[in-house]
C-alpha cells in the first residue's frame, strides 16, 4: 500500500495551499486601530517565532478581524535593551508603558530575556 500523500497540482489548489500556508500574527484587539493608522509598526515577541514576509495579522475582537500584511524585518535584542524608539514604534507613549505591556501579555518575561522585534506594514 502507496502510504505516500498526494497533493493537487493545478494552479488555484497552489494558490490554496499557500494561503492556507501563511503565517498568522495575533494581536489584542486594543492595538487594531493603532495598526490600521500606522502609529503601531513593530510588535514585541517573546517566544513567538516569525518569519519575514506575508502574514495575515489578526485581531481577537468579537468577530475577528484579519488583516493583510507583510513582515518586513526581524530584529532580536534583550528586554533590557529595549529603547524608547522601541515602544514608540510599538505604538506606545514610552518605554514604560511598552514594559508594562510586555509583562501583561507575557507575565514570566524577564529584564535578561531576548525579545524579537517585528517590523511589519498593512498591504491593504
Known sequence: ???TMHLPTSAGSDSALR???MQSLHFHRT?????????K????RFRDPVETG?????FELDDEVVL??????ITSKGV??????????????????LQDR??????????????TIVHFRPTS
Open 19 to 21: 494561503s492556507a500556508a
Open 31 to 39: 492595538y487594531l486601530d493603532a495598526v490600521r493608522t500606522g502609529r
Open 54 to 58: 506575508p502574514v495575515n495579522m489578526v
Open 102 to 115: 510586555l509583562r501583561f501579555h507575557y507575565p514570566d518575561i524577564r529584564s535578561t530575556d531576548d525579545v
Open 80 to 97: 533590557a535593551a529595549l529603547t524608547e524608539a522601541d515602544a514608540v514604534a510599538d505604538g506606545f507613549r514610552d518605554l514604560a508603558e
Open 68 to 73: 493583510p500584511g507583510v513582515v518586513t524585518q
Open 41 to 44: 509598526t513593530t510588535t514585541v
Open 1 to 3: 500500500m502507496d502510504s
